[in-house]
């Protein structure tokens, strides 16, 4: 089984669990522990993150949260993951942030989510990295600096970032038609 049908698996699965569990009166906590804890449920997850505790898949049922719309969930499993310099959590909360999900419009921060998850070696980090750079979005316009790096993150693997490059970085070949509005230049 491929890892993005196993992470929908769980994901789903999570959500199920999530609906069922809403009026459970099982979970209960006392000085002891938790009786039958939820294992594959947001709010399993979240109260095990809640409680220091972290797994890997903790981020797929963030990304599951984020597309059933549950976007405060997911900020809050990003957050952490990003705080933790998981790459796939900086690069879904710089998602969040450039979005406007659970919070305020912020390209500032996304874009600097993007750059750290380019640092931390994920070839998405920089071709979003790339692109804030040479959209100017979040941070300063630069279009010799945004294709230098495109060029590192077509090197690093990502076929996205190879087209740009063969497209003569024409943005509009890697960005759907309906984001033009987020990306015109700003007059002021």
């Not at 906590?29 to 898949?57: C, I, Q, V, Y």
């Amino acid at each position: 089984m491929n890892i993005k049908r196993t992470t929908c698996i769980l994901a789903c699965a999570a959500f199920a669990s999530h609906a069922m569990a809403e009026d459970r009166d099982s979970h209960v906590s006392d000085e002891f522990g938790t009786k039958n804890p939820e294992e594959l449920s947001m709010r399993g997850a979240l109260d095990r993150m809640r409680h220091g505790e972290w797994h890997p898949m903790t981020g797929a049922i963030g990304y599951g949260a984020a597309k059933a719309g549950m976007h405060e969930e997911a900020r809050e499993i990003f957050s952490e993951s990003a705080r933790r310099d998981n790459v796939q959590g900086l690069t879904w909360l710089s998602w969040m942030e450039d979005n406007g999900l659970a919070g305020p419009e912020n390209p500032e921060a996304a874009a600097e989510l993007d750059r750290r998850a380019m640092e931390l070696g994920s070839e998405i980090g920089a071709f979003n990295y790339g692109l804030d750079v040479l959209r100017g979005r979040g941070v300063p316009y630069d279009q010799d600096l945004g294709e230098q790096i495109i060029r590192k993150a077509a090197e690093m693997g990502s076929e996205t970032a190879q087209h740009l490059i063969d497209n003569d970085f024409d943005l509009d070949s890697v960005t759907p038609d309906a984001d033009a509005w987020k990306y015109e230049k700003r007059l002021f």
